[in-house]
């Protein structure tokens, strides 16, 4: 959607709408982190996000406001779509309004994440290969009890908790040691190989650990009805024709709402728009 004379118009008008709501608006800050943030009637616009993302942010940071309104306390509890659509079937909403947010925001999709995911499973699965050369009955669930004899008398022993480590060592003249999981054949030529994969294997089972808690993090959050409800208006902006294609039933039943003044304001704003 190419920025205009136009949008800055409508920008201008959707803002002092907002004001005269009784919001504080403020659109040079950093918004927490995010592209556009809402709290206690106030909404926050990164400066840092193009022109072109500003009236969807605004209509989605407005949304939130809106929902507020219907749902006190929704900052807390992250909202019900019960409410939001003012009925207790909300299945069938809540599959389309996944689909819409996965429109609105790619990264809803966390397709990075889960591709180095399944990366550092293959090398899991690689490093697992290496070790059952040698020791057929290993099995990561369980302790490796070889690999812990001879780690202890080892200074690699201090990879199995940091992917780079730095020693320092003597009273009057220090001595410096670096070691990293990358040099570990380098740094410790003795070892065996199938102890050098397994340090690599527990380095990538921590890795994997966090890129799912990253990965459960941001679904919980693209998850909550409020985000799930500010998307879909989002969406209508940028494009109503796909967003009625992806959710038609949550589409029909949105409309019926606000044109019954369910939304309150928002009939309002999209009259501007």
């Given at each position: 959607m190419k920025y205009n004379r136009d949008m800055v118009l409508k920008e201008k008008e959707l803002i002092k709408y907002f004001r005269s709501l009784g919001l504080e608006v403020h659109t040079a800050t950093k918004a927490r982190g995010y592209?556009?943030?809402?709290?206690?009637n106030r909404i926050d616009i990164s400066?840092?996000?193009s022109s072109e993302r500003i009236i969807p942010t605004l209509l989605h940071e407005f949304a939130h406001y809106i929902h507020s309104q219907i749902e006190p306390f929704m900052e807390k509890?992250?909202?019900?779509?019960e409410v939001l659509f003012d009925t207790a079937e909300v299945k069938t909403y809540y599959e389309e309004l996944l689909k819409v947010t996965n429109f609105v925001d790619k990264h809803s999709k966390c397709e990075k994440l889960r591709y180095h995911k399944s990366v550092i499973k293959e090398k899991i699965l690689e490093y697992e290969r290496i070790i059952k050369n040698k020791y057929p009955k290993f099995m990561r669930s369980k302790s490796f009890k070889e690999f812990d004899k001879y780690?202890?008398?080892s200074k690699a022993k201090y990879l199995l908790k940091?992917?780079?480590v730095k020693l320092v060592s003597g009273l009057f003249f220090k001595k410096t040691e670096i070691f990293t999981i990358d040099n570990?054949?380098?740094d410790f030529p003795e070892m065996p190989i199938e102890f050098a994969a397994y340090i690599r294997l527990r380095s990538c089972q921590k890795r994997q650990s966090r890129i799912a808690s990253k990965i459960?993090?941001?679904n919980k959050y693209y998850n909550k009805p409020t985000e799930l409800f500010a998307r879909f208006i989002e969406g209508l902006y940028l494009d109503s024709v796909t967003i009625q294609r992806l959710a038609p039933n949550t589409y029909n039943k949105f409309y019926d709402l606000l044109n019954k003044g369910y939304y309150q304001k928002l009939g309002n704003v999209f009259e501007m728009l």
């Open positions: 592209q556009g943030f809402y709290l206690k400066k840092n996000i509890t992250g909202g019900s779509l780690i202890k008398k940091y992917d780079r570990i054949e380098r459960n993090k941001l």
